[in-house]
């Protein structure tokens, strides 16, 4: 178990993007509906498609 | 009070009260302070954001930076793991903003009972992640026999790959079920997740399981021994376990529309 060692970021987003309490709130209302996950993922699939690019 | 000057409050976590001193030095979002918004026996954890910054459209165009993205997420876990090694904590999802803290103390007060039920039952414990994958090392053919031609030596090849691909995707997956089966004896709760793309993981070898554990927090240690141990009796995987986490994904539905 690693308490310290940075984690892995799409551990990270696996668990603030599908988890965590979600709150209606007053600035993202429309987001409630946003596929959060999707929506990473397609920043992460361009970001590593980028970097194979160069 | 509302925030003056066009700020919202970010929203990290709930938590039962703790004292905000313990928090001084710990920074949010944008490198702000956070501070504890109380009602009654609940806090919120906030942090002031520019409002322009968090609105819909703002907030989608973002969404679809990595590097915002990951900025942000490593700055919301921050602060959420800092509240979790101080008291016990709900964490919301990212980018939850209000238009300041009397909308906070509104939430938790529609929401009091529920996030209360909540905090009792997450209270002492800690979720462990575990993943299992099928390692690419056990997926290697042996070398076939050498043939005549070299059309069917190839296609030979191809064959035994794609054999021995598939055996070891079956010994894993029947592997990954045991390795669940033997951890969530140990956890009060789980919850899979799809398995992770190693594209995205940089991971070797398959990613079959991808799965949290709620447990309590004094037997994460024997969770984590005992997946070492089920990783070296079942060879040609690999187990890795991270954590301990604030409990994530078991953060139920406590929505205040539903008050």
């Keep these: 178990v690693n308490g310290t060692r940075e984690v892995a970021l799409v551990d990270l987003l696996d668990r603030l993007l599908a988890g965590g309490v979600v709150l209606t709130g007053d600035l993202t209302l429309a987001i409630a509906d946003v596929d959060l996950v999707h929506v990473s993922l397609r920043a992460l699939i361009a970001s590593i498609e980028a970097g194979q690019e160069r | ?259």
């Design chain 2, 1 to 259: 009070m509302n925030e003056p000057a066009g700020l919202a409050s970010y929203a990290y976590a709930v938590a039962r009260p703790f004292d905000p001193a313990r928090l001084a030095g710990v920074r949010g979002v944008d490198g702000a302070e956070v501070r504890l918004v109380r009602y009654r026996d609940l806090v919120a954890v906030v942090s002031p954001v520019p409002l322009a910054e968090f609105d819909e459209a703002a907030l989608r165009a973002k969404l679809e930076r990595l590097p915002w993205l990951e900025v942000t997420a490593r700055a919301h876990h921050a602060v959420v793991q800092a509240v979790a090694a101080r008291s016990v904590t709900l964490p919301l999802r990212l980018a939850t903003v209000y238009r300041g803290d009397e909308r906070v103390t509104e939430v938790l007060r529609q929401g009091h009972w529920r996030f209360r039920a909540a905090l009792d039952l997450l209270a002492g414990r800690v979720e462990l992640g575990v993943k299992v994958y099928a390692d690419p090392q056990a997926t290697a053919p042996a070398t076939p026999p050498a043939a005549s031609s070299p059309g069917r030596d190839y296609l030979r090849r191809r064959r035994a790959q794609h054999r021995a691909r598939d055996d070891a995707r079956q010994r894993a997956a029947a592997a990954a079920a045991q390795v669940d089966a033997a951890l969530a004896e140990l956890a009060v709760d789980s919850r899979h997740r799809p398995p992770q793309s190693p594209q995205l993981s940089g991971a070797r070898g398959e990613n079959v399981l991808n799965v949290a554990y709620l447990v309590d927090a004094e037997r994460a240690e024997e969770l984590a021994a005992r997946a070492r141990r089920l990783e070296a009796e079942a060879p040609g995987v690999r187990v890795e376990v991270t954590g301990p986490w604030a409990p994530y994904s078991f953060a139920p539905p406590v929505g205040e529309e539903h008050a």
